[in-house]
């Protein structure tokens, strides 16, 4: 998911925030924006508009969350989103002393912080926190399924 550049942003009533200035930093979140963007049911959304500041066990100080996607509904509903990979949402398996295994384990337990501080902002202001992978976007008909690989012809 390296992909990542500005959003185009269609409907700019919509877009609450600097339209201009939209960035998405992977395919996934670039179909959410184009979703975003064309849902009729959507009354306005904006995206790393909405900062939550954050505790990180590790380095024991404060930090600024900026949340992917603050989505407000028609009907009033108010879910605040964070788009990513199912890999990163779950403790990390392998070795415990590899460097790579170091790297996913901190970078885990930064989203947890993250993620507990989104859920009580929502919560205070009675509005939803979800964490969207790529089996939501499926689900919901934002990300079709990737393309089967199919199996080079035999030599005859």
Known sequence: MAYSGKYPVINKSKYKGD???????????????????????????????????YYYEIDKKYHRYFVDLK???????????EIKPKRQTTPPQGKRKTKQFLNEALEYVKNMNKWEAAE??????KWHFQIWTEDTLRSMG?????????KPLKKL
């Open 19 to 53: 339209a201009s200035q939209v960035i998405y930093r992977s395919l996934w979140e670039k179909h959410t924006f184009a979703w975003c963007d064309k849902n009729p049911k959507i009354k306005h959304w904006s995206s790393e508009e909405t900062v939550i500041p």
């Open 71 to 81: 989505i407000v509904f028609k009907t009033g509903e108010v879910v605040l989103v």
């Open 142 to 150: 934002i990300m079709k399924k990737e393309l089967k690989r199919i």
């Open 120 to 125: 009580g902002y929502a919560k205070d202001r």
